[in-house]
């Protein structure tokens, strides 16, 4: 089984400040996940050219079950609201996404602790900006696999420091009500140190993602629940790939146990971590 966690920075390229639907299509498609965590996806945004980014990454792993969560109507860092109905779908969205090559058993949506106040943040010539930061939500799915039932979680974390730790103490007791075993996919917003600290639960891949043209932190992170992990199977690759877009390089791990969808062809087994 292959699992892999990704920002995507909205599908934007480094290089030239675009969002291409093709490029983003061939970096997921790079990754050949079975289950993947999307953190900074976009739905229906002008910035991103109106592109649905949960479909097309669906698309690009042939995976028939996606999920897309809205944190916020409107444009981060912009003029944006906390996503509250199904009605706020004409609108721009921003948030989450979950994709997966097996069955989902079901879907279950949490409210992770909103940061109260205002914090300043870095955006570029202009220096620091106090900002509102955006409401955070948890995504996760008991998925039917070929070994059993499997809870697959993904999230992105606040920036702004306390309040991360309070919104992964919220998520961690969230999956715990969910059956095992329980794994967490995200851009947490910290590096593993604090992670393991608060959580107990084992990293399943340690290696920096950030900034994605020279790596020297690890924020992305793959989590798995000891209550039951040892049914998940013994990892044998991990690797971040350096595509085409978003400042975050993608944390991909690969488990032993061939527990791929009836069908499916196996992935690369000679790759690398970059």
Same mark, same amino acid.
């Given at each position: 089984?292959?699992?892999?966690?990704?920002?995507?920075?909205?599908?934007?390229?480094?290089?030239?400040?675009?969002?291409? *639907?093709?490029? @983003?299509?061939?970096?997921?498609?790079?990754?050949?996940?079975?289950?993947?965590?999307? /953190?900074?996806?976009?739905?229906? /945004?002008?910035?991103?050219?109106?592109?649905?980014?949960?479909?097309?990454?669906?698309?690009?792993?042939?995976?028939?079950?996606?999920?897309?969560?809205?944190? @916020?109507?409107?444009?981060?860092?912009?003029?944006?609201?906390?996503?509250?109905?199904?009605?706020?779908?004409?609108?721009?969205?921003?948030?989450?996404?979950?994709?997966?090559?097996?069955?989902?058993?079901?879907? /279950?949506?949490? *409210?992770?602790?909103?940061?109260?106040?205002?914090?300043? @943040?870095?955006?570029?010539?202009?220096?620091?900006?106090?900002?509102?930061?955006?409401?955070?939500?948890?995504?996760?799915?008991?998925?039917?696999?070929?070994?059993?039932?499997?809870?697959?979680?993904?999230?992105?974390?606040?920036?702004?420091?306390?309040?991360?730790?309070?919104?992964?103490?919220?998520?961690?007791?969230?999956?715990?009500?969910?059956?095992?075993?329980?794994?967490?996919?995200?851009?947490?917003?910290?590096?593993?140190?604090?992670?393991?600290?608060?959580?107990?639960?084992?990293?399943?891949?340690?290696?920096?993602?950030?900034?994605?043209?020279?790596?020297?932190?690890?924020?992305?992170?793959?989590?798995?629940?000891?209550?039951?992990?040892?049914?998940?199977?013994?990892?044998?690759?991990?690797?971040?790939?350096?595509?085409?877009?978003?400042?975050?390089?993608?944390?991909?791990? /690969?488990?032993?146990?061939?527990?791929?969808?009836?069908?499916?062809?196996?992935?690369?087994?000679?790759?690398?971590?970059?």
């Amino acid at each position: 089984m292959r699992l892999a966690t990704f920002n995507l920075l909205h599908g934007r390229s480094l290089s030239d400040g675009t969002v291409h *639907a093709d490029r @983003v299509h061939a970096a997921i498609a790079d990754l050949d996940a079975d289950i993947l965590g999307l /953190q900074e996806v976009d739905r229906a /945004q002008p910035r991103s050219g109106l592109l649905d980014l949960t479909a097309i990454a669906a698309d690009a792993l042939g995976a028939p079950t996606h999920r897309f969560a809205a944190a @916020v109507a409107g444009t981060p860092g912009e003029t944006w609201k906390p996503w509250a109905s199904e009605d706020d779908n004409v609108h721009p969205l921003y948030g989450i996404a979950l994709v997966s090559r097996y069955p989902v058993v079901r879907w /279950q949506i949490t *409210a992770l602790p909103a940061v109260p106040v205002r914090s300043p @943040v870095y955006t570029g010539p202009d220096g620091f900006r106090l900002l509102q930061d955006e409401p955070r939500v948890l995504l996760a799915a008991v998925l039917d696999t070929p070994r059993g039932r499997l809870t697959v979680a993904t999230t992105h974390l606040s920036f702004v420091p306390g309040w991360n730790l309070r919104q992964l103490r919220h998520a961690v007791r969230a999956l715990r009500r969910m059956p095992g075993p329980r794994v967490l996919l995200g851009d947490l917003n910290m590096p593993t140190g604090p992670v393991r600290a608060v959580t107990g639960w084992k990293p399943l891949g340690k290696a920096p993602t950030f900034p994605s043209p020279s790596p020297r932190a690890q924020l992305d992170h793959i989590l798995a629940d000891p209550r039951g992990g040892d049914r998940l199977g013994r990892v044998v690759q991990v690797c971040t790939p350096h595509p085409p877009v978003s400042d975050h390089r993608p944390l991909v791990i /690969q488990l032993d146990a061939d527990t791929r969808p009836p069908g499916r062809p196996p992935g690369p087994t000679a790759r690398r971590p970059s």
